[in-house]
């Protein structure tokens, strides 16, 4: 029974209100209405598209009607029967129908069980997200259990509908986070989860796995502002992984004191007996056992829990005081002076604020026209655990003085006498006054870390005026000189330390401190940087170094107006520079932030020689590389581009990228710290660092443009996207056919069958095109393989070296495509590919780097 008059179509309707009215008189004629948009519904398929259809129109508009005509709703079986009725129409809702129907046919009143009956049909159906979305919708979560549920959709990348899910239970909330944690507890197998869903469709293995369950647990913490506490597994990694950062820092980039250090380490180890266990491991790997046995006592652990060295060292072991170490550093703190920056101005004028009486004084001098501050800003570092840094110390620098503002001493005063919003409010007035010129570096990120420390300074950022962010010139420095990209002189700024004097040297300078160096002579002395700023009373080396962090800028900022050619820059240096702050790269921030990153592929071994003349154009085939484990995607699609690559797996240590690189004669691509270690361990050039913060397709193009790698037609997809194999078998379509269907018997006799999963890669369907052609790829002869039987491997076919081919892994439909008469096997893991409509797009996204080889044919039209 048809709700608009046939001659009156959708589209021979003027206005929207005469749709409505149209509809509207439908609905007067229906004896029932409620019954006659159903037959509408499930005789129709216009409804099932997404935007505003025909369908849309009418549900929503019987909606308002009915609640000015309530004598047509329904009740008692009648009603039932038509909740029955929508229940099987919802899980092909697209979701803008969802609401009206659920309200229309009053599904919250309907039984709770007969409703928690019919998601568990959609579930088991393998239906998750429809399953997921229509609880959601009817509010049964309480009723479910939040693994089953959230489990698939997590395997399926859907991290959002399964926040969504717990979004307002948090006892379900809590649950889950518990249920995540499990699964990164160490020895744990996630394979063990993984492998109840081999036939998951839009399955995505290489978003689930511990690394993205740790980031995915964190983002819930802090959303759902649950107690960390609750994960201990997650926890207890994440302080691992800051302790293994710690002795970087110490001992391979040697940028942190040992008194800085050793607050740290003992913050982040705590009376935790594993993370204990690990420390006294990085002692005897990176000092020895000596160093071992003294945290031993001092974290008095218990003799069984020590290595046998160690317990060995400890019963020798004597606590006296080493008048010798004292004097050695006090040598080494006269010898800092004469490598690093210092301050020009006398002790006496650097002034730490703690009462509003005191600030005062700072204000009438920093709040006068014409003046020039610089400012900087310290927090503790949160070593990537949950929550936004908050501001401890503010530091301005005027010409003649420094002033450090006590932020927390000042806030709990202020809160104390109800005026909290004085001190923002000068804050504000300082940064929105165009005539003061506001110095700073990476001066973004630092605003931010303001404004989680004060809501009140939360638009300051967008209301700045007259700031100088010395980050520009940073970067027009970097692109102006080669020497810079290149770094600073190496300085070695280990204090004395009886086993750990020996190591190697101290990594180049970045960041603020290579800008001081460039410009005015020294580096920074960046040892107190990662101290615990929130700790009182601040120890006078951090007091030193917040005041030059300040006033650098201001010497910085003066001797670049005064001669900006000199160090290649524009006469209108000011004019470029003064106005709103750049932004700073925030992956870097919380953790070190003012060690900035060379521009992307600037760090590059020998990048001095290979940018003054351009390496010779190679073929993806003498091109191959090994990608550290946060550069999966890059690595992906460099192999869809035909170069050998190899992975490191997410629980890989970089270092493991070196091994391969030497032993294959690989160019390591990495980013971040892994960079700084690694380029050391191979040979010039072989070590290329991308930007981590540019997605997968732009860091492939860049890898490619740098080396000079010429990518033709042929090449796009030459290697197998799963293994990396060159060898592809051809198989054509009724031969698959014959195979798809003796693996289904297999399966169902109890066989062995084949894997049942098909790889599916972000945004893209299965139906990858493969180019898999006996006379382009070199060394292969097809004929070499052959296909064996039943007898063998049940339904499954093999090859002769015993790969079994995943033919279980085409999807239903397939076969049945006219176009395709060919499919193509990879001869090592036996994944399937066969032609689709990927190829054209990947041509179309690398445009750029696509040379013309002469390809006549398709890359299909195999000979």
């Not at 009143?109 to 609880?135: F, M, P, Q």
């Not at 710690?246 to 040992?258: D, I, N, P």
Request: proline share 5%.
């Amino acid at each position: 029974m048809p709700l608009l008059h046939p001659a009156n179509p959708l589209s021979s309707l003027e206005t929207t209100s005469n749709l409505k009215e149209e509809i509207r008189r439908g609905f007067a004629g229906l004896e029932d209405p409620l019954a006659g948009l159903l037959d509408m519904l499930e005789s129709s398929s216009d409804w099932k598209g997404k935007g505003h259809s025909l369908g849309y129109y009418i549900t929503t508009e019987l909606q308002l009607w009915i609640k000015e005509h309530p004598a047509v709703q329904q009740s008692g079986i009648k009603l039932e029967k038509l909740q029955a009725r929508v229940l099987r129409i919802l899980a092909q809702c697209p979701a803008n129908l969802l609401d009206p129907l659920i309200s229309i046919y009053q599904l919250h009143t309907a039984d709770r069980n007969y409703l928690l009956g019919h998601v568990s049909h959609l579930y088991h159906k393998g239906d998750y997200k429809e399953a997921a979305i229509l609880s959601i919708k009817l509010k049964l979560q309480p009723d479910q259990d939040v693994e089953k549920m959230c489990t698939p959709l997590l395997l399926q990348d859907k991290t959002n509908l399964v926040e969504d899910y717990v979004g307002e239970y948090p006892e379900l909330q809590s649950k889950l986070l518990q249920i995540l944690d499990t699964w990164c507890e160490p020895g744990f197998n996630i394979r063990d989860i993984t492998s109840q869903y081999q036939g998951l469709s839009r399955y995505k293995p290489d978003k689930f796995n511990r690394k993205m369950l740790s980031k995915l647990v964190f983002r819930l913490l802090d959303r759902f502002n649950v107690d960390p506490a609750l994960c201990p597994n997650v926890i207890n990694q994440r302080h691992l992984r800051t302790l293994n950062y710690l002795f970087y820092k110490r001992f391979v980039e040697k940028t942190m004191t040992q008194e800085n250090w050793t607050d740290h380490v003992q913050s982040t180890v705590g009376e935790n007996r594993w993370l204990q266990g690990h420390l006294i491991q990085l002692l005897i790997s990176y000092c020895d056992l000596n160093t071992a046995a003294r945290w031993a006592q001092r974290c008095n652990l218990p003799k069984e829990m020590l290595p046998y060295g160690v317990a060995d060292e400890l019963q020798k072991l004597q606590i006296q005081e080493r008048v010798e170490d004292a004097s050695k550093a006090d040598n080494y703190e006269e010898s800092k002076k004469k490598d690093y920056y210092q301050l020009p101005i006398p002790r006496s004028n650097i002034h730490f604020l703690q009462t509003w009486e005191e600030t005062l004084q700072c204000w009438e001098k920093v709040l006068q026209p014409g003046q020039v501050v610089g400012i900087d800003m310290e927090w503790r570092p949160s070593f990537g655990m949950v929550g936004k840094p908050r501001v401890s110390l503010l530091q301005m620098a005027l010409k003649d003085e420094v002033f450090l503002l006590d932020l927390p001493r000042l806030l709990e005063q202020a809160e104390a006498e109800g005026e909290k919003e004085k001190l923002p409010h000068f804050i504000q007035m300082l940064y929105s006054d165009a005539a003061i010129t506001k110095l700073g570096y990476g001066m973004s990120g630092d605003l931010s870390s303001l404004a989680a420390t004060w809501s009140a300074l939360k638009d300051t950022n967008k209301q700045a005026q007259g700031v100088v962010d010395l980050l520009t010139v940073d970067k027009q420095l970097q692109k102006s000189s080669i020497d810079w990209k290149r770094g600073g002189r190496k300085v070695d700024v280990l204090s004395p330390e009886q086993h750990c004097e020996d190591r190697e040297s101290r990594q180049p300078e970045k960041g603020l401190s290579l800008l001081v160096q460039h410009v005015l002579g020294k580096p920074l002395d960046k040892t107190e940087q990662l101290s615990n700023w929130e700790k009182r009373p601040l120890r006078e080396e951090q007091i030193l170094y917040a005041a030059s962090d300040a006033y650098c800028l201001l010497e910085i900022y003066e001797k670049l107006c005064k001669d900006p050619a000199s160090f290649g820059l524009s006469s209108d240096l000011t004019g470029s520079l003064v106005g709103k702050p750049s932004i700073k790269p925030r992956a870097k921030k919380q953790l070190n932030k003012q060690e900035v990153p060379s521009p992307s592929g600037q760090q590059c071994k020998g990048s001095k020689k290979e940018t003054s003349c351009p390496p010779a154009p190679i073929s993806p085939k003498e091109f191959s590389v090994v990608c550290d484990n946060m550069l999966q995607g890059l690595g992906r699609y460099l192999r869809c581009l035909g170069v050998d690559v190899r992975m490191l797996e997410n629980d890989d240590d970089h270092r493991r990228a070196a091994e391969i690189a030497r032993q294959e004669g690989r160019v390591i691509l990495t980013s971040g710290l892994p960079y700084q270690t690694l380029q050391s361990q191979v040979a010039e050039g072989r070590c290329f660092s991308v930007n981590c913060s540019e997605k997968a397709k732009e860091q492939a193009l860049q890898v490619l443009k740098h080396f000079n790698v010429q990518v033709s037609l042929a090449d796009i997809f030459s290697r197998c996207q799963v293994c990396n194999c060159d060898k592809y078998l051809k198989v054509s379509r009724e031969r698959m056919r014959q195979l798809v269907e003796g693996s289904r018997q297999a399966s169902g006799d109890g066989g062995s069958g084949c894997l049942v999963r098909c790889e599916e890669k972000p945004g893209q369907s299965c139906d990858t095109a493969v180019p898999a052609c006996d006379a382009a790829q070199p060394g292969y002869t097809p004929h070499s393989e052959r296909l064996e039987g039943r007898e063998r491997h049940g339904a499954s076919a093999a090859l002769a070296e015993g790969t079994v081919l995943q033919v279980a892994a085409i999807p239903p439909g397939v076969l049945d495509k006219a176009e395709l008469t060919d499919f193509y096997c990879c001869t090592r893991c036996g994944k399937v590919f066969w032609e689709g409509s990927h190829f054209g797009r990947v041509v179309s996204q690398f445009q750029d780097v696509l040379v013309d080889a002469g390809e006549e044919q398709s890359i299909y039209e195999l000979s």
